[in-house]
Protein backbone atom coordinates (compact mmCIF):
# COMPACT_ATOMS: atom_id res chain seq x y z
CA UNK A 1 0.00 0.00 0.00
CA UNK A 2 1.21 3.51 -0.57
CA UNK A 3 1.22 5.90 1.41
CA UNK A 4 2.71 9.05 3.32
CA UNK A 5 2.30 9.41 6.88
CA UNK A 6 3.04 12.98 9.03
CA UNK A 7 4.61 12.89 12.18
CA UNK A 8 6.09 15.36 14.89
CA UNK A 9 3.23 17.65 15.08
CA UNK A 10 1.63 18.92 18.72
CA UNK A 11 1.34 21.53 20.89
CA UNK A 12 4.42 24.53 21.40
CA UNK A 13 4.74 28.05 22.40
CA UNK A 14 5.48 31.32 20.16
CA UNK A 15 8.76 31.55 19.47
CA UNK A 16 9.69 27.23 19.61
CA UNK A 17 10.06 24.61 17.47
CA UNK A 18 8.85 21.55 16.02
CA UNK A 19 10.21 19.21 13.42
CA UNK A 20 8.13 17.58 11.08
CA UNK A 21 8.24 14.05 9.19
CA UNK A 22 6.61 12.96 6.16
CA UNK A 23 7.80 9.07 5.71
CA UNK A 24 6.83 7.00 2.82
CA UNK A 25 5.49 3.32 2.53
CA UNK A 26 4.91 1.39 -0.26
CA UNK A 27 7.32 3.20 -2.74
CA UNK A 28 10.65 5.20 -2.56
CA UNK A 29 10.67 9.01 -2.36
CA UNK A 30 14.01 9.49 -4.07
CA UNK A 31 11.99 9.99 -7.57
CA UNK A 32 9.32 12.46 -5.72
CA UNK A 33 9.09 15.85 -5.53
CA UNK A 34 7.61 16.73 -2.08
CA UNK A 35 5.77 19.55 -0.88
CA UNK A 36 4.32 20.52 2.52
CA UNK A 37 1.16 22.24 2.79
CA UNK A 38 -1.22 23.56 5.53
CA UNK A 39 -4.63 24.03 6.65
CA UNK A 40 -6.01 26.66 9.03
CA UNK A 41 -9.29 26.47 10.99
CA UNK A 42 -11.66 28.23 8.17
CA UNK A 43 -8.61 28.57 5.84
CA UNK A 44 -7.82 27.87 2.61
CA UNK A 45 -5.20 24.85 2.32
CA UNK A 46 -1.94 26.20 1.78
CA UNK A 47 1.37 25.33 0.24
CA UNK A 48 4.54 26.18 2.65
CA UNK A 49 7.56 25.11 1.50
CA UNK A 50 8.58 22.26 -1.24
CA UNK A 51 11.91 20.28 -2.58
CA UNK A 52 12.52 18.49 -5.66
CA UNK A 53 13.13 14.79 -5.92
CA UNK A 54 17.10 15.29 -6.35
CA UNK A 55 16.65 18.01 -3.61
CA UNK A 56 18.26 20.81 -5.51
CA UNK A 57 15.48 22.75 -5.32
CA UNK A 58 13.88 24.41 -2.77
CA UNK A 59 10.77 26.71 -2.30
CA UNK A 60 9.32 28.38 1.30
CA UNK A 61 6.64 31.15 0.77
CA UNK A 62 7.03 34.40 2.53
CA UNK A 63 5.73 33.81 5.49
CA UNK A 64 7.80 30.88 6.88
CA UNK A 65 10.96 32.30 4.80
CA UNK A 66 14.21 32.20 7.43
CA UNK A 67 12.03 30.24 9.58
CA UNK A 68 11.46 26.98 8.18
CA UNK A 69 13.55 24.37 6.68
CA UNK A 70 13.16 21.49 4.37
CA UNK A 71 15.32 18.75 4.21
CA UNK A 72 15.28 14.87 2.81
CA UNK A 73 17.10 11.76 3.73
CA UNK A 74 16.70 9.61 0.63
CA UNK A 75 18.13 6.61 2.52
CA UNK A 76 15.77 6.97 5.42
CA UNK A 77 12.56 7.79 2.45
CA UNK A 78 11.61 10.56 5.00
CA UNK A 79 11.08 14.08 4.10
CA UNK A 80 11.27 17.12 7.32
CA UNK A 81 10.22 20.29 8.11
CA UNK A 82 12.33 21.59 10.72
CA UNK A 83 10.19 25.27 12.14
CA UNK A 84 11.61 27.01 14.08
CA UNK A 85 10.25 30.92 15.80
CA UNK A 86 6.87 29.78 15.35
CA UNK A 87 3.73 31.85 15.43
CA UNK A 88 0.27 31.53 16.44
CA UNK A 89 -0.36 32.06 12.39
CA UNK A 90 1.23 29.10 12.26
CA UNK A 91 -1.23 26.63 13.53
CA UNK A 92 -2.56 24.52 10.99
CA UNK A 93 -2.81 21.05 10.52
CA UNK A 94 -0.01 20.08 8.38
CA UNK A 95 0.28 17.78 4.97
CA UNK A 96 2.53 15.92 3.05
CA UNK A 97 2.08 15.02 -0.65
CA UNK A 98 4.00 13.60 -3.46
CA UNK A 99 4.98 14.09 -6.99
CA UNK A 100 7.02 12.34 -9.18
CA UNK A 101 9.84 15.07 -10.27
CA UNK A 102 13.38 15.14 -9.97
CA UNK A 103 14.30 18.58 -10.56
CA UNK A 104 11.74 21.29 -9.80
CA UNK A 105 8.56 21.74 -6.86
CA UNK A 106 5.11 22.71 -6.92
CA UNK A 107 1.81 22.82 -5.17
CA UNK A 108 0.08 20.94 -7.55
CA UNK A 109 0.07 18.01 -9.21
CA UNK A 110 0.18 15.87 -6.27
CA UNK A 111 0.43 12.40 -6.79
CA UNK A 112 0.20 11.21 -2.90
CA UNK A 113 -1.10 12.76 0.63
CA UNK A 114 -1.02 12.08 3.73
CA UNK A 115 -3.62 11.96 6.48
CA UNK A 116 -1.81 15.33 8.22
CA UNK A 117 -0.32 16.66 11.48
CA UNK A 118 -1.88 19.17 13.76
CA UNK A 119 0.79 22.05 14.85
CA UNK A 120 -0.88 24.33 17.32
CA UNK A 121 1.55 27.43 18.56
CA UNK A 122 -0.08 28.79 21.59
CA UNK A 123 0.83 30.07 25.32
Known amino acids: QLQLVESGGGLVQPGGSLRLSCAASGFTLDSYAIAWFRQAPGKEREGVSCISGRGGMTNYIDSVKGRFTISRDNAKNTVYLQMSSLKPEDTAVYYC????????????????WGKGTLVTVSS
Open 97 to 112: AAERRLLTCRYSGMDY
